[in-house]
C-alpha cells in the first residue's frame, strides 16, 4: 500500500478578494520508504504542497489517503494526532522554540502525545546524543550554531519515530558542510526505511533523492528517478563518514 | 496528563515573556489592590457615621422634634416660629411622654476679658441633664428656680472651658454673650471628638427663660427633645406629637407639616440610603477598576500572540491540538490574573492598614473584598483570557510557520 495518495489536488488562496490558484491537479503517490526531492522555481507551489502532505492545510479539492486514511474527514483532533505520531518536519528557518533548551525543544512533541510517553526524558537525550549534542542540552538555540540547530530540529522531527519526514529547503540556512551532514543524515534515515521528502534549490540535494518531482506553475512538470541515486548516496554517506 | 503538561508550557511561556508577564500582574494588581482599597474606605465612612450617630445621645426610647419641614438635620426653611412652650405643654400631657425638653438653640460669641469663642447655645429645661445622663463635672446644673426666675446663670461644655479660662477655675466667674453677662455655673463633663471630627464639647447651656427673654427675645423654639415611656411606644407617640402640633399649628389637612422629626431610626435609614448610594459607586469604581486590569491582559495577550505566532504554528506541527493551544493560553492568563490578585490584595491590605493608621481618611478592613477579589482575578484571567487563546488555537499552523 502506498503511504500518500494524492489525487487532483487544488488549492486556491483567497487574500482580500484576491485568489491565487497555487495548486492546480497535482496527483501523486509516494511508496513506503521513498526517497524524494521536490525541486521546481519559487513560488511554483513546492511549500504549498507540503503543508497540505503535512496535514498543516487542507485543500481547496482533492483527495488525500495518508497510510490508508482520509485525510479530509480527520477533524483537528485527529489530525493533530497524525502529525504527532506520522510526521516530523525540518524546516529552511529551524523554527526551534526560542529561549528553550535543545532538550525541552526535542521534548515538546512528546507533551502532545496520545498517552504520556516513558521514558520521555531518556528518549530525548539519546536522541540529541545521536545527533551528537549531547553536550549542549541546556542550550537555547541562540546558543547554538546554525548547523547545531539544524541537527536539533532533526531530532526534535524523529522524536516520535514518524514514519515520514518532510524537509523544506533544510540546507537553505547552512553553509555546504553543514548542508551535507544534514544530507547524509537523511540518506542515513531513508536506508533505516523513512519516508523522506526533501524540497529544494539546490540540485545537489534534489540527487541525493531517489525519485525527483519537478514542480511549475502548480502542476507537476515532471516526475523522474534519479539514475545516480546508489552512487551519491554513497558518496555522501562517505562523505559523513569522514 | 495532557491538561497538567499544558500548564506547564504555561508556566514556562510566563517566565520567558517575562516583559509581558509583569505588566499583566501589574495591570490585575492595581485592579485588584484599588477595589480592596476602595472598599475599605467605604466599610470606614460608613463606621464613622454610625459613630457619629451613636454620639447625637438618642435613647431607644427617645426622639427630637425640629421646627420648620425637611428632613433630619436638613430643615427646608430657618424661620419657621409656630413651636411654641404650648406645644411642649401639650405633649408633655400625652399618657406615653415621660418628659418633654424644650430646646432654643443659637450660636453666639461668648466673651471672658479678653478671651472669646464662638459656640452653640442651647436654652434648655433642667431635665435636659436627665435627659441626656450628661454628668456635671464641676458646679452644679440649673433647676426650677433659675427657670422661673430666670437666671443669667451658664453651663459651659469642656471646649468653650478651655478656650476662655485655660487652667484656670471658671465656676463664678463672668462671662458675656451678646449684651447679657452670665455666671458660670457648672462644667459638662468632656466627650472628646468622635471620629468624623464633631466636638460634642463645643456647647454651652442656659435656662430656657432666660434665653427666651433676656437673650434671644423671641419665644418660638428650635426643638423639642421627647422621650417616651418605652422604646415600643416611640412610634405611637410620634403619630400623637403629629397631631398635637398639627392642631396647635392650625394646620389644615392639605398643609405639609411645619416640623421634621429625627430619630435614630430616621438617621439609620438615611444612612442606609446613602449607604446603598455609595456602595453602588464602589460597585462601579472597581467593576471599572477590573475592567481595566482585564483589558491589559487580553491586549497584551494578543500583542503576545502576534510576538508568539511562530511558536504556536511549530507547536501545532507538532501534534498540539487547538484545545492544547487554548489551554496554555488560558492558564497563562488566569494565572497571571491569580498573580496580580494575590499581590494586589497583599498591597491592598498593606495601603488599608496605612489608611487605618493615619487619620485622615477612614478605613475598615473586611474579608469579603479580598474574597472577592480573589474570585474575580480568576474570572477575569478566564474572560479576559479566552479570546485571545481561542484566536491563538484558531490560527492556521501553515500561516503561522510562514
Ligand atoms: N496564504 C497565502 N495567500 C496568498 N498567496 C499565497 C499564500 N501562501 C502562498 N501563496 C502564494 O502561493 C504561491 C506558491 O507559494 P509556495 O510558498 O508554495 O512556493 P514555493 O514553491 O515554496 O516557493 P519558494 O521556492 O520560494 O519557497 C506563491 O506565489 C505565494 O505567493
Ligand atoms: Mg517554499
Not at chain 1, 487532483?8 to 482580500?16: A, G, L, M, P, V
Not at chain 2, 435636659?128 to 446663670?153: C, H, L, N, P, Y
Not at chain 2, 419665644?219 to 417616651?228: F, N
Request: neutral net charge; hydrophobic residues 40%; glycine residues 10%.
Amino acid at each position: 500500500m502506498s503511504i500518500i495518495e494524492i489525487d487532483s489536488i487544488y488549492k486556491t488562496y483567497q487574500d482580500e478578494g484576491v485568489e491565487t490558484e497555487v495548486l492546480k491537479g497535482i496527483s501523486m503517490t509516494v511508496e513506503e520508504g521513498d526517497y524524494i526531492s521536490i525541486v521546481g522555481p519559487s513560488g511554483a507551489g513546492k511549500s504549498t504542497l507540503m503543508t497540505i502532505l503535512g496535514c498543516l492545510a487542507q485543500p481547496t479539492s482533492g483527495t488525500y489517503l495518508l497510510d490508508g486514511v482520509e485525510v479530509e474527514q480527520l477533524n483537528d483532533q485527529q489530525l493533530s494526532r497524525v502529525r504527532n505520531e506520522k510526521i516530523g518536519f525540518v524546516f529552511q528557518a529551524f523554527h526551534l522554540l526560542p529561549g528553550v533548551s535543545a532538550f525541552d525543544n526535542v521534548m515538546m512533541p512528546l507533551l502532545y502525545c496520545h498517552t504520556s510517553p516513558e521514558g520521555a526524558a531518556e528518549r530525548v537525550e539519546r536522541a540529541l546524543e545521536r545527533i551528537g549534542l549531547g553536550h549542549r542540552l541546556n542550550h537555547t538555540p541562540g546558543q547554538l550554531s546554525g548547523g547545531e540547530q539544524q541537527r536539533v530540529t532533526i531530532a526534535r522531527s524523529l522524536i516520535n519515530d514518524p514514519k515520514i519526514l518532510f524537509a523544506d529547503e533544510p540546507t537553505g540556512n547552512l553553509d555546504s558542510k553543514n548542508g551535507a551532514e544534514i544530507m547524509a543524515t537523511f540518506d542515513q534515515l531513508n536506508a533505516e526505511g523513512r519516508t523522506i521528502i526533501v524540497i529544494t534549490h539546490d540540485p545537489s540535494v534534489a540527487k541525493h533523492a531517489r525519485r525527483i518531482l519537478t514542480l511549475r506553475d502548480g502542476r507537476i512538470e515532471s516526475d523522474q528517478t534519479n539514475e545516480n541515486f546508489q552512487k551519491s548516496h554513497t558518496s555522501s554517506a562517505r562523505a559523513a563518514a569522514e | 496528563m495532557r491538561i497538567f503538561r499544558n500548564l506547564t508550557q504555561a508556566l514556562h511561556g510566563l517566565l520567558l515573556n517575562k516583559g509581558n508577564t509583569f505588566l499583566m500582574t501589574l495591570g490585575v494588581m492595581i485592579g485588584i489592590a484599588s477595589l480592596t482599597v476602595i472598599v475599605a474606605i467605604g466599610e470606614g465612612t460608613k463606621a464613622k457615621v454610625l459613630n457619629r450617630i451613636a454620639s447625637l445621645g438618642f435613647g431607644p426610647d427617645s426622639f427630637s422634634v425640629y421646627s420648620g419641614a425637611g428632613r433630619l438635620f436638613f430643615g427646608r426653611s430657618r424661620n419657621t416660629t409656630s413651636m411654641t412652650l404650648q406645644d411642649a405643654d401639650d405633649i408633655r400631657a400625652m399618657p406615653n411622654v415621660r418628659m418633654v425638653i424644650p430646646r432654643q438653640r443659637t450660636r453666639m460669641k461668648i466673651i471672658h476679658k479678653k478671651d472669646f469663642t464662638t459656640t452653640r447655645i442651647y436654652g434648655v429645661t433642667p431635665e435636659w441633664r436627665s435627659a441626656r445622663q450628661w454628668v456635671i463635672t464641676d458646679g452644679i446644673f440649673f433647676g426650677d428656680a433659675d427657670m422661673e426666675r430666670k437666671r443669667k446663670v451658664i453651663v459651659l461644655g469642656a471646649t468653650p472651658a478651655r478656650k476662655l479660662f485655660g487652667d484656670k477655675d471658671p465656676l463664678g466667674k463672668k462671662v458675656r454673650v451678646g449684651q447679657v453677662f452670665f455666671e458660670v455655673i457648672g462644667l459638662l463633663e468632656k466627650k472628646g471628638l468622635t471620629e468624623s471630627g464633631y466636638d460634642p464639647d463645643d456647647r454651652t447651656l442656659i435656662p430656657l427663660t432666660t434665653s427666651m427673654s433676656r437673650l434671644l427675645r423671641k419665644s418660638h423654639l428650635h426643638s423639642l427633645k421627647v422621650v417616651a415611656m418605652s422604646p415600643e411606644l416611640v412610634e405611637e407617640t410620634m403619630d400623637g406629637v403629629t397631631q398635637v402640633l398639627r392642631h396647635n399649628h392650625g394646620l389644615s389637612s392639605l398643609a405639609d407639616d411645619d416640623f421634621r422629626f429625627i430619630t435614630p431610626e430616621g438617621i439609620m435609614q438615611w444612612v442606609t440610603e446613602s449607604e446603598q448610594a455609595m456602595n453602588r459607586m464602589l460597585l462601579l469604581i472597581s467593576t471599572v477598576s477590573l475592567l481595566v486590569g482585564g483589558i491589559v491582559i487580553m491586549n497584551i495577550l494578543l500583542v503576545s500572540i502576534r510576538e508568539r505566532i511562530h511558536e504556536i504554528g511549530i507547536r501545532r506541527c507538532f501534534g498540539a491540538r487547538r484545545s492544547d493551544i487554548t489551554q496554555q493560553f488560558l492558564f497563562e492568563s488566569v494565572f497571571v490574573s491569580l498573580l496580580g490578585g494575590g499581590l494586589g490584595i497583599a498591597l491592598g491590605l498593606g495601603l488599608s492598614v496605612a489608611l487605618q493608621q493615619s487619620t485622615f481618611i477612614p478605613a475598615k478592613i473586611t474579608w469579603e473584598p479580598f474574597a472577592l477579589a480573589f474570585g474575580f482575578s480568576m474570572i477575569v484571567g478566564l474572560v479576559f483570557g479566552i479570546h485571545p487563546a481561542r484566536k491563538a488555537a484558531w490560527l492556521n499552523p501553515d500561516e503561522t510557520l510562514r
